[in-house]
């Protein structure tokens, strides 16, 4: 869950993924064991607020002591701008269209 000024705001979830998963869904190029994350807020007055990438940055934090994982990323919309905007701020970057 994520919580802001002590209300539950949101949630993360992460699974790593295997070159099977990888490969029938024609992800070819993402090595196995890596990280797929999602995130949503879903409290309305929470959105906008930065708290998607500063939730973001403490689970890629905590991902990154496993050095086991190659890759950390997330899908979403071509249409979901805020989203792509969140997720550039936490450091992330396009790998595909
Ligand atoms: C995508 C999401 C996790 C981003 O988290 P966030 O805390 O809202 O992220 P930010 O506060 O950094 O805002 C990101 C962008 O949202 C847009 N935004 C700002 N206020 C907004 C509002 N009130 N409503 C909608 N979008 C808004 C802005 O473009 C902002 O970018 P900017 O700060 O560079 O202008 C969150 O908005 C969300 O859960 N949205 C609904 C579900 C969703 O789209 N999940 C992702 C599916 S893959």
Same mark, same amino acid.
């Given at each position: 869950m994520i919580a802001a000024?002590?209300?539950r705001v949101g949630y993360l979830r992460w699974q790593v993924v295997s070159r099977e998963i990888l490969d029938s869904v024609g992800l070819e190029?993402?090595?196995?064991? *890596? $990280?797929d994350i999602d995130i949503l807020i879903g409290e309305v007055s929470y959105v +906008?607020?930065?708290i998607g990438p500063q939730a973001l940055?403490?689970?890629?934090k905590r991902l990154?002591?496993?050095?086991?994982h190659p890759m950390l990323g997330l899908t979403t *919309? $071509?249409?979901?701008?805020a989203a792509q905007r969140a997720y550039?701020?936490? +450091?992330?970057?396009?790998l595909r269209e």
């Open positions: 000024n002590g209300a190029e993402i090595p196995a064991n *890596s $990280v +906008g607020r930065g940055q403490l689970l890629i990154r002591e496993d050095a086991s *919309s $071509v249409h979901n701008y550039r701020k936490a +450091g992330f970057r396009d």
